[in-house]
Structure formats: C-alpha cells, structure tokens
C-alpha cells in the first residue's frame, strides 16, 4: 500500500483495507462517519469513480474546513455535515438518504485535533484542558470541569474504567490533593502531576496517557456515540452493505466485537419439528467479514507510528460472504 496523505499531511489508517473490505461499488451510497481529513471519503470516491457519493460526518467543525478543497474537487458527490455520529440517521434522513451501500468509522481524535494544543488532547503541549470534540457546540463539560469538580471516588472510577488505568486511586487522590491548592486549568499542570505520580504503562508511554484517555473518552462520550452510532449504520445498510470500523484502544475494539457478534447470531426458530421443515433455511442478518481484527502493515506502521494500535472489523448485512479477510 502506498502513503496516502493529504494536503496537510495527515495519515489516513488502513485506507487500501477500508476499501477493499467495503468492496464499494459505482453509484453507490457511502457514509464516513468520521470524517476527520478525508483521507477513507477520499478513497471511497475515488473507488466508486464516477458517480459514487460519500455523506462525511465530523462533530469538529475545523474538520469540515478541512474538507472544503475535497467538495470543490469531487463536485456534487461528497455532502459534509457538522453532525455527530451517534445521531447519523438524522444526517441521513436530511439528505434524503434511507439506505447506505457502506460505512466507515475510524475512531478517535486526528492527528490534527492531537496536534493543536489549544484543544487540550495531548500531555506532549501545553494547553487548555479542553478535550471537547465539537468545540462546545453541544458538549458542555470540559476536561477541566472533570477534574475539578468529580469527587475523589467519581475521579478512580473513571480512570479505571475508562482508562484502565491500575493505579486510578492513587492518580484520583493527586488530584484532589493537587486541585485543593490551584484549579487544575492547563495540559502541563495535569501531565506533570501526574508524571509525579505513576509510572508509565509500559516503557516509552506518558504516565498520564491512560487518565487523558479516560477523560476524553468521558468528556466526548465515545462509546455511548460509538454504540449508537452502529446501530443507526447497521440499520440503514442495504443487503450485501458492509460496515468498516477502525478503533484504536482496548476499550473501543471490544464494543465494536461486541455489537457485531450480538448481529450475527443466527435467528433462532423454535416450534413443532413438523412446521419448522417447511420454513425455509434461516440465514443470518449479519455475517462478520473480519472473524478476527485486521491490523495495520509493518510498513504502514513504519511511515505512521499513530496507526500500531488499529484494529480493523468488518461486518456484512446478510448472510453469505463471498471471502472473508481474516
Ligand atoms: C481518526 S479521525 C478520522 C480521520 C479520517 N478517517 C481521515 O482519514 O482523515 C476521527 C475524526 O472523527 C471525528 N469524530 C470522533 N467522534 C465523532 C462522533 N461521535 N461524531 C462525529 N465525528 C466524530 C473527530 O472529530 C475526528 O475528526
């Protein structure tokens, strides 16, 4: 697979495996969930040459910015909207939409919304610590609202649970210790407590990466938005429709397993032998693609460090896959 960047550089994740697991066909109906920079819209337009369109969702509004160059060069075939995800059927319905051939969701923040401090993603800059996806459109709680206003016990459970972070007492605990002095405002003020607190993950990990996890996760609702997000796609996918998901941590992937495996199970018909011989042969709504999660090259993780943790699964409404990928 060659480099796919965009104009402002970004990587897009697994792009050759998106695209050859939603097997897209001309004309067809696309959604990309999260847009971020375009780099799967891209693609997906590209594959579905020359009248396939993509509806691209992004929650930031900097993302659809972003994305203006591309609905000026694929003309009437790519349609943004501000909009998050978990609602995508309310999207789809405003563009006159009731059935997509395909989606795609990759997860998380992009490497631009990591990258510009004053949105208060990343432990690497200083910043205010903000974490909001949407800028405060709909989201109101800020990181920093978090940190200073949960309780101590409120604090450990979430970074247990949404960080799985082991020592989530004892970060709780700094923090409540530290915020009784100053509120706790900026990326450093938090990096460094808790640099001088817990050691780090594993060698080479930021001490505090599992607690900024944790609070972003909390602050932007991703898997309440991931959940509902799924199933508004699931329910719109035409048959033979596939659906695309990269996500980047534990957490994420085992929710995207989740909700896939619940699909696949094939309905269950009870009743009198007699009458159960002439109803035809059951077929499941859904069939996983991906049995087990594809992830990324060797040389994709050589040209982009970012992308080590994808895990990509794919899953099918209907019953038979012609070639499963993993
Ligand atoms: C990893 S980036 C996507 C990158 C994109 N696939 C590309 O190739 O450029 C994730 C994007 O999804 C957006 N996002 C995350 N959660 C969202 C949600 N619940 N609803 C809408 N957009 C969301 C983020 O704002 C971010 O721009």
């Known amino acids: 697979m060659t480099a796919v960047t965009d104009e402002v550089g970004h990587y897009g994740v697994m792009i050759a495996e998106v695209v050859a697991g939603l097997a897209p066909v001309t004309g067809g109906r696309y959604l990309d969930a999260t847009f971020g920079s375009g780099g799967h819209t891209r693609a997906l337009l590209e594959a579905t040459n020359p009248d396939g369109q ?7 509004p900097d993302a659809l910015v972003r994305g ?33 051939n395909g989606a ?3 997860l998380g923040v992009s490497s631009q919304q990591l990258d510009s401090a004053h949105r208060g993603f990343s432990f690497r800059f200083d910043g205010p610590l903000d974490m909001r996806m949407d800028q405060g459109k709909e989201t109101v709680a800020t990181a920093a609202d978090l940190v200073n206003q949960l ?12 960080g799985e972070e082991p020592r989530a007492k004892k ?15 900026s990326t450093r003020q938090l990096a460094e407590l808790l640099e001088g607190t817990l050691p780090p993950p594993r060698p080479g990990l930021h001490p505090a990466t599992r607690v900024f996890q944790a609070l972003r996760m ?19 996918l035409v048959e ?45 709504m859904y069939t996983l693609v991906t049995r087990k999660p594809l992830t990324p090259s060797p040389d994709e993780i050589r040209r982009n460090p970012r992308s080590r943790s994808a895990k990509l699964r794919i899953i099918q409404r209907g019953g038979r896959v012609p070639s499963r990928m993993a």
């Open 68 to 100: 203006g160059f591309l609905s000026d060069r694929y003309g009437g075939r790519l349609h943004l909207y501000e909009h998050p995800f978990a609602r995508l059927t309310l999207a789809l319905d405003r563009h006159g939409w009731n059935e997509i």
């Open 54 to 60: 993509v509806l691209g969702l992004d929650r930031d």
């Open 171 to 185: 970060a709780a605990r700094a923090i409540i210790a530290a915020r009784s002095k100053e509120r706790l405002t």
């Open 151 to 162: 309780g101590e016990w409120e604090l450990a459970r979430l970074f247990f649970e949404l």
């Open 218 to 236: 909390m602050v932007n609702q991703e898997l309440q938005q991931l959940e509902e997000g799924l199933r508004g796609a699931l329910e719109r």
């Open 104 to 106: 795609v969701f990759d």
């Open 240 to 284: 033979g429709g596939r659906i695309a998901v990269i996500s980047f941590h534990s957490l994420e992937d085992r929710a995207v397993k989740r909700a896939f495996t619940a699909r696949v199970m094939a309905p269950k018909v009870t009743g009198p032998m007699r009458l159960m011989r002439q109803l035809p042969e059951t077929v499941p």
